[in-house]
């Protein structure tokens, strides 16, 4: 991992200069690695920070953050530009984060209520975003919700110490009392403990006290199977009644006191501070801890009497108290003065959602299918797994013809039909020629058959999957000319409107006479460049339907003719966008920057 994970030194920073070791963009998107960062990526059931990366000229717009390829990568939506080696600033969403925590680390206390009252049970997994909870595998009743709140409670109010150390995976083995099925290797390993309770591995951030997390306000037990899952909910900091309404001088004499009173003091303090409303009701809180008069200021008077030997200890903590306290006094008036200054302008163009699309094949199969529709094809789509006879015998190719070999079928390892011959993975929508003469019996036939077809050859040209669009029209005097006009009209409206199509003399077994089609490059107009060299791009097959196929499909060829065409969707897709894929196999990759360009 080239990124320094600042979040698991203190996993209180809010903000933290970087520098940019990567940028990788995507339309508004952008994807950075930074030298160290503050941001925890999504893991071990915690949920990913967010907040913003600024720059010189530009900042994202964290949205997520992830471990990929063992690096922390920060998602999110660029505004303006980065670039590399740039010095940043990082700023996390420090409620998200510190609610985040919060929620964790009430996780591990709960299981560790659960694990001290009911030690039979075993944790599976958990999350602790938005939905928490814990599975194990056991079965508890009803009642012992109430008896693990009041435990994990319990432990809350004892303020204990959350300690986070890393070691070895050796050393984990010997220490942890549980280790889960597949520990992240990609991060360093890490245990956690919660005062003398036992040692958990874990990768996420953890407040530093129980008493942070103020109350668990709710705990709910489901049975599943074998499973139970223990569902919690945490307090919120501003809304907390409980502490709003408590009178702290009642509880507290500050000529003597312990460590307890201050961490309560403290604690009920946090919660005053971040539920305060504005500047007025902060200085308020402000002088009621710090004025003349101030339960801080009476603590630290206070301090000559707690005993000798408690003084250095009692006098750390009242100590690290005043700079909390103070650090959010001052953190709370700042974002007082950021939500003053911001203002709304409705005339900024709002941030989109993104939504997703068809898949480009799906789009030019759309497209193809509603151009025929306009000159009365139908579409039509036949079995993917295919007999043999359908796929090359009824279309005049028996048993044993070499024709057959242009065609690197796959054949399916089934018992033989004795009719239909052998099962194939269709090589061609051809095969629906036959099916379709079948179906409809009586011409006229007007049929657009588009379908995956599967070939065995892989390489810059060639997937092993691809689809095919067939062509195929039937009636009393069809002839070449029907055929020419269809595939003119099919050009000009699917490649535009000065494109002309030529057909050059071939052979296919199905169809007599057989043509190839090419069609006129749209760069030179047919006069000749460096794309299509002569003029003309060569784009599939074509023909009259031969009588004996029109026979097998139980058309009487002395009375009707037809033609068909197939050509390649990926082909026709390609050359209309003027796309250069330089290989057709990255359609069918999965890769994102790829795939939402269209
Ligand atoms: N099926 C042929 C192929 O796969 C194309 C074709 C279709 C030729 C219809 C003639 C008529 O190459």
Redo the contacts with the bound molecule.
Sequence with gaps: MQTKQIYYEDEYKKTLEAKVISIEKYDSMANIILDQTIFYPEGGGQPSDQGVIRGKSGSLEVQQTIIKNGEVVHIGRLVGNLVENEVVECNIDWDRRYKNMRTHSAGHIVNDAVQTLFPALIPVEAEHGKKSFIKYQGNLSQISSTIILEKANEIINENLPIKTEFVSFDELKKRATWIPENLPKSKPLRIMQIGNYSIIPDGGTQVKKTGEIIRISEINVTNKDIYVYIHYKIESIPEHPEVENKNLDSNISYSSYNSNDIINTKNQAIAQISGAKDNEELEQIRIDLFGRNGKITNILKGIKNVPQDQRQQIGILINETKKTLEGMLLDQKNSFKENAREWFDPTIPGIKKEVGHAHLVTQAINQIQSVFERIGFRRARYPEVEWDWFAFEALNMPKGHPARD??ETFFVNNPENSRFGKMVLT????SG?VREMQRLKVPPIRMINIAK?YRRQSDISHVQMFH?F???VIDENISIVNLKGTLDYFAQTFFGSTRKTRLRPYH?Q??EP??EIDISCGICNGVGCKVCKAGWLEM????M?HPNVLKAGGVNPKKYSG?????GVERVLMMQSGLAIPDVRMIYSPDLRFLTQF
Excluded: D, K, L
């Design positions: 242009e065609w090589p061609h929508t051809s020629q077809c095919q067939e062509g195929m296919f199905f169809t057989s043509f599939g097959g074509a023909g339907v033609f068909a065409f197939g050509w």
